[in-house]
């Protein structure tokens, strides 16, 4: 037993713990960095804890945001794709250019079968990238494979720059056996242990918390390894989602803690029906940053040149390498706009005119722009686009059908991978299903299921 | 120690006040018994057979290897039986990381004495006050290959943090599939349970609640011996674990604890005290409770009544209790959160499930538990089942 602690407490403690000492009301004492600076310490400063750096001032004036400027939008190139940051220099090979732009025609003639494949009925549901396909393909493109990823959901773009192929995407769509998800999860629910993302799930913004604490795991495994190359998590997610609580859990942790996580926020305008009129009433997300004690950018999402070169600044940001300092989460805006509906259910000509999208599709999007600047650079022309878009509608056709065809995953998965090992309960429940299969055989169609109900 | 400086001058108020303004009836009450009572004597904890008090009954488990029983042991409280197993388990693995609200500096309950000097405060740190931030957090760490030991303040506290661990932590391996990813190495402690005064906030018990989330283990010791063995085992374990630590026993259960490192098997129930009348079940702290309820109606009816103590109450050991109700026929569930829907529904389902165990059974399984109401600061002592009524209650169902 600790000897500080007086021995009326104990006393009492013996019998019942004294709560008045552990109280959520008790007021929170610290005091530390208060009395570190009190020798330095000024008239015109506070000396209250929680604001050391604040002056005093006699002018009774409420701090209004509109008196802040909107923040400014970043970007490279104009919409006819002309470089008009006169610093900028592309720091990628011709090839890699072109590479960006088929692996976002590549997101973007997915999304147009997928839709069809969808209304047709033959997947259960869909979620199309278009108008974003330069958010996910341009900060992958800035960021190693090594760094660890986690996404919402519309950053298909993200994983197949890294390496997805169209018959990873068609085998979660399709559920079938060559899902790593086992057939559990909503189409567009991607993974993926090789490429470093962490697999979607539906909740918003849960995995914006998971971001930081993953990037807290790199920083303490290259501390302890310092030969590895430092890495950072990168996190993804829409506007609606940052209304969320795990969205100021998130920035506040990884703040205090110095994690090297980087959050990339797609600002497309809505939130399934709801205009960010109705989300927010700040500049965009991007002011809120600084009152995390976070560095922030606002970047032109359709401009993938703007969209990489801040990715690759922030990485560096995060890891201290730029500044010298140490690990520190970042944060990018990346301004677009949802031309395409929420999802395969959701019709958004209920809430919005069609002739707004219309206007978007022709006025301005990240494909056409860096298909211009390619044009200007005298790396793409129409031949080379029709090639393209051919061989790659054949490429995915091929995964399609090739994925439709597919025995599901194994009726036993769905008892699996809830504890490390199947628990008595869950054997008692494997075999009773079992029963039911093999006495009401005409009720269950087991067909398409791997082994049918002999995995049981 | 900054919140003992708080402590003394309103403790020494708070005596003053009472033994002023009334006379010793309402400033014992509190911890006394009634004059004449006889069942509702407050836990000896010196005494009590649930407690190791001595080294060789602490050395004799056959749950510990043949190492640790020719080890030593040394007398710890609960508080200081959870502070040994974190230092452990800092000590033996780099992935082991600690942290919550005002962990630095100890603990509110001192849980985390030193732990942050002894082992830097990279590893053992406070965060924000924000419960869903501190298990989003812990889950990044644990799909990352970490094994984050997560604190939540008081067990009252947690309900910010439920889609995390519904959705998220419940959820990661079984959504990432082959992927193989998962948090397994995520372990959440909390305080839980009455502790007198606690009230609404300060009081709950909410297991219940966790139990019915597939993908966690829900564990809650009696003790500091349990509570050395069990964590270890939590944080060792490659599931999700929440660690409900009832804190009315941090300072008051004090035992010969293992000095070694240890481990204690989850989802494995121990019988207390084998009996062949009627097998009592509980977990946590009502286990005092039940014991002392035992020794009197032993003596006073001569009954013979096994005492189960369930340890982790999902995925729970249906065997061990099953196999004890077909031999005694008479049951009777005790645990301190409320009645309905409560361990003791799915404890008292299973048994009369079990076609065997219903065959054999004598009575109506009887649960006692707390009312069906929030935690009332006054009535705490009437809503908590207390030995008078586990004394009822064994005896109701000897008498059908």
């Known amino acids: ?456 | 120690m900054k919140s003992l400086r708080i402590i003394r001058p309103t403790a020494q108020v708070l005596r003053a006040v009472t033994s002023s303004a009334s006379s010793t009836a309402t400033g014992r009450q509190y911890s006394t018994s009634p004059p004449n009572a006889r069942l509702n004597i407050p836990t000896d904890f010196s005494t009590t057979p649930i407690l190791s008090h001595s080294s060789q009954s602490a050395l004799r488990n056959p749950e510990l290897s043949a190492e640790v029983r020719n080890s030593t042991t040394k007398r710890m409280n609960l508080f200081q039986a959870i502070n040994d197993a974190l230092s452990t388990a800092l000590a033996t693995d780099d992935s082991v990381l600690l942290f919550g609200e005002d962990v630095a500096f100890g603990g509110v309950f001192r849980c985390s004495m030193n732990l942050s000097q002894n082992f830097g405060s990279d590893r053992v740190f406070n965060t924000p006050l924000t419960e869903q931030g501190i298990l989003g957090f812990g889950i990044g760490l644990a799909a990352e290959g970490m094994r984050p030991v997560a604190e939540i303040q008081f067990a009252d506290y947690v309900y910010p943090a439920f889609d995390q661990l519904v959705n998220e932590a419940a959820k990661y391996r079984y959504r990432d599939g082959t992927n193989g990813r998962g948090v397994g190495g995520l372990t959440v402690r909390m305080p839980c349970g009455g502790v007198g005064h606690g009230a609404l906030y300060h009081s709950q018990s909410p297991e219940s609640l966790f139990t019915h989330i597939p993908g966690l283990r829900v564990i809650m010791p009696r003790g500091p011996i349990q509570a050395k063995g069990l964590l270890l085992a939590a944080i060792a374990s490659n599931d999700p674990c929440i660690f409900m630590e009832p804190k009315a026993l941090y300072r008051a259960a004090v035992e010969q604890v293992p000095v070694s490192s240890y481990t204690l098997p989850l989802s494995s129930a121990e019988i207390l005290k084998p009996g062949s009348d009627v097998t009592v079940i509980s977990y946590g702290h009502p286990l005092y409770t039940c014991s002392a309820a035992i020794e009197h109606i032993e003596k006073d009816l001569g009954l013979s009544v096994e005492l189960i103590d369930l340890r982790t109450v999902y995925p729970w050991d249906k065997e061990t209790v099953l196999k004890s109700v077909r031999k005694t026929g008479r049951c009777v569930v005790v645990h301190e959160s409320m009645i309905n829907a409560g361990i003791g529904a799915e404890v008292a389902a299973a048994i009369q499930e079990d076609k065997e165990t219903f065959l054999r059974l004598e009575a109506p399984v009887k649960r006692c538990a707390g009312w069906s109401i929030h935690m009332p600061l006054l009535y705490e002592k009437l809503n908590i089942p207390d030995v008078a009524r586990v004394y009822d209650s064994i005896k109701q169902v000897t008498e059908y």
């Open chain 1, 1 to 456: 037993m600790n000897p500080r602690i007086p021995r009326a407490c104990l006393a009492r403690a013996g019998r019942s713990l004294s709560l008045s000492s552990v109280c959520r009301v008790t007021p929170r004492r610290c005091f530390s960095r208060a009395r570190q600076r009190l020798g330095e310490h000024k008239d015109d400063r506070l000396r209250f804890p929680g604001a050391l750096e604040a002056k005093f001032t006699t002018d009774l004036n409420f701090h209004n945001p509109k008196d802040n400027d909107v923040i400014s939008c970043y970007r490279v190139m104009d919409s006819e794709g002309v470089i008009v940051d006169k610093t900028y220099k592309r720091d990628f090979s011709d090839e890699e250019a072109v590479k960006l732009y088929t692996d976002m025609l590549g997101v973007s003639i997915m999304d147009l079968i997928c839709l069809d494949a969808q209304r047709q009925g033959r997947i259960s549901f869909y979620m199309v990238s278009s108008g974003e396909e330069g958010i996910a393909v341009g900060s992958s493109s800035a960021l190693s494979v090594e760094d660890v990823a986690f996404a919402q959901y519309r950053e298909v773009g993200f994983l197949m720059q890294r390496g997805f192929t169209f018959t990873d995407a068609m085998s979660q769509l399709f559920a079938n056996i060559k899902d790593p998800g086992r057939g559990r999860n909503m189409p567009v629910h991607y993974g993926s242990t090789a490429l470093n993302v962490h697999t979607i799930s539906s909740p918003l913004a849960t995995q914006l918390p998971h971001a930081a604490g993953a990037a807290y795991a790199l920083k303490m495994q290259h501390l302890s390894s310092p030969k590895s190359s430092p890495r950072i998590a990168v996190c993804l997610f829409g506007e609606g989602a940052a209304s969320e609580g795990d969205f100021h859990a998130a920035f506040n942790i990884a703040a205090t803690r110095g994690c090297p996580v980087l959050f990339i926020c797609r600002n497309n305008g809505y939130a399934i029906s709801t205009p960010t009129a109705d989300q927010y009433r700040g500049d965009g997300i991007v002011s809120r940053a600084a009152g995390y004690g976070i560095n922030s950018i606002r970047v032109d999402g359709n401009d993938i040149l703007a969209v990489r070169e801040a990715t690759k600044r922030a990485k560096d940001l995060c890891l201290g390498t730029s500044d010298g300092g140490e690990a520190k989460p970042v944060f990018i805006e990346a301004m677009s706009y949802r031309v395409s509906h929420h999802s395969t259910s959701d019709d958004s000509f209920a809430y919005r005119a069609r002739v707004e999208v219309e206007d978007w599709k022709r006025r301005d999007n990240p494909i056409t722009r860096f298909r211009k600047y390619l044009e200007n650079e005298g790396l793409w022309d129409d031949a080379k686009e029709t090639e393209a878009r051919l061989s790659i509608k054949k490429e995915l056709l091929k995964a399609f059908s090739a994925a439709e065809k597919e025995k599901k995953p194994e009726i036993l998965s769905m008892f699996e991978d809830i504890y490390e090992e199947l628990t008595p309960e869950l054997k008692a429940q494997r075999a009773e299903l079992k029963d039911i299969l093999e006495r009401y055989p005409d009720e269950y169609d087991l067909s398409e299921y791997d082994k049918g109900k002999d995995s049981l």
